[in-house]
């Protein structure tokens, strides 16, 4: 029996309603429109309220896939999260479950940074693919607002909060994941931390715990912008020969919304003219685990995306981790 595909039947995004421009965030530290959209096409991020949860902004983003769907929640066999900055650090996969009616799902977090997305499409798929499940809700989502830190200009100019999900199937007629391809490689974590900063609090005994808090997201900049035009052209060509195409054949490439540049740059490399690119990041900055499936969103509400098109998106980001798939989007 042949290994049946995966349809992407539904998506659905939210973001927070706030929102703050490049000349806005020069009243709080020193930088300018010009220099935040000639180095990196962001010119807006959105940035919950505090009273806003990752919860309750993945749940509107999740509703709309589900009604877009056109399922019952209670057909959902999986839930997965994907996010770095979940309201409970156990995690907040159920909490989605749960707001959504998913009530026979379980529900998970995947934490891989800005490719959390990309490494959650492949994780579900291989549940559906396996036959294990029928129904798949993946939620990309992160409130990067609250873990950036807004004295340094170099970082808290480029980061946005938001959601977006799909509903993604078994299918037997459609192919759905092409071919994909995933990495990380840890000996050069340092460059992207958002680090566990521990703090002595002395027990009984001579034992001592530690009881710390998380402090701020660093990044070596020119590191990551190096690792991201060298790498991500590099694992779309992997997925393409694995999917038997080349890049001709792409409707769209969808990557990760962290800087024009780098769109610029892969697109350039793999020869696909800018037409074809997806970008949002004009609006909402690096949304880190969301900004994919806000994004492709955005795209098929639009109806720039059509049903049966190809699509190539990568992730990459911390860990670090990089990878990409190629999918048709639809039934
Ligand atoms: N406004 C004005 N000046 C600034 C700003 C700012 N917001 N930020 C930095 N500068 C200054 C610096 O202080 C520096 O000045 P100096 O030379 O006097 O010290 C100068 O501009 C150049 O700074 P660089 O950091 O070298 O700037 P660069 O050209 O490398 O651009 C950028 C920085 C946009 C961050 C770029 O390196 C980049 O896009 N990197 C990739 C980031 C990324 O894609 N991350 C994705 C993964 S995120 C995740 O996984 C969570």
């Known amino acids: 029996m042949a290994t049946p595909g995966i349809a992407l039947v539904g998506c ?24 935040i959209a000639s180095r990196t096409g962001i010119r807006r991020r959105h940035v919950a309220p505090p009273a806003q949860s990752l919860v309750e902004l993945a749940t509107e983003a999740s509703n709309r896939a589900i009604e877009m ?5 209670e057909q959902i066999d999986l839930v997965v999260l994907a996010t770095s900055t979940a309201d409970d650090l156990f995690g907040s996969a159920a909490s989605i479950q749960s707001a959504v009616g998913a009530k026979q799902a379980v529900a998970f977090d995947l934490t891989a940074a800005c490719s959390g997305f ?33 004295d340094d200009r170099r970082t808290c100019v480029l980061f946005g909060d938001g959601a977006g999900a799909v509903v993604v199937k078994a299918s037997d007629t459609s192919p759905g994941l092409l071919g994909f391809d995933m990495h990380s490689n840890g000996d050069r974590n340092s460059c992207l931390t958002l680090r566990y900063e521990p703090n002595d609090r002395p027990l009984v005994g001579g034992v001592t715990a530690s009881r710390g808090g998380y402090g701020f997201l660093h990044m070596a900049g020119k590191d990551v912008y190096k690792f991201a035009v060298t790498r991500v052209p590099e694992t779309i060509e992997k997925s393409l020969f694995r999917a038997g195409m080349t890049a001709d054949d792409l ?9 024009q540049r780098i769109v610029d740059a892969v697109a350039k ?30 795209a098929v509400r639009s109806g720039q995306v059509q049903a049966g098109q190809t699509i190539a998106a990568s992730g990459f980001g911390a860990g670090l981790s990089w990878g990409s798939a190629i999918f048709r989007w639809g039934a």
């Open 69 to 73: 769907a056109g399922i019952d929640p």
């Open 269 to 298: 490399r793999l020869k696909i003219p800018s037409e074809r690119t997806l970008v949002n990041l004009n609006e909402y900055g690096n949304t880190s685990a969301a900004s994919i499936p806000l994004a492709l969103d955005e």
């Open 251 to 259: 409707d769209w490439l969808l990557l990760h919304q962290a800087n």
């Open 118 to 150: 990309l490494f959650g499409l492949v994780t579900v798929s291989q549940y559906l693919q396996t036959g294990t499940f029928e129904n798949a809700l993946l939620v990309g989502a992160d409130l990067m607002s609250r873990w950036v830190d807004w």
């Open 12 to 35: 659905g995004s939210a973001a927070p309603d706030v929102v703050l421009d490049n000349d806005t965030l020069g009243q709080l530290v020193e930088t300018s429109d010009e220099w």
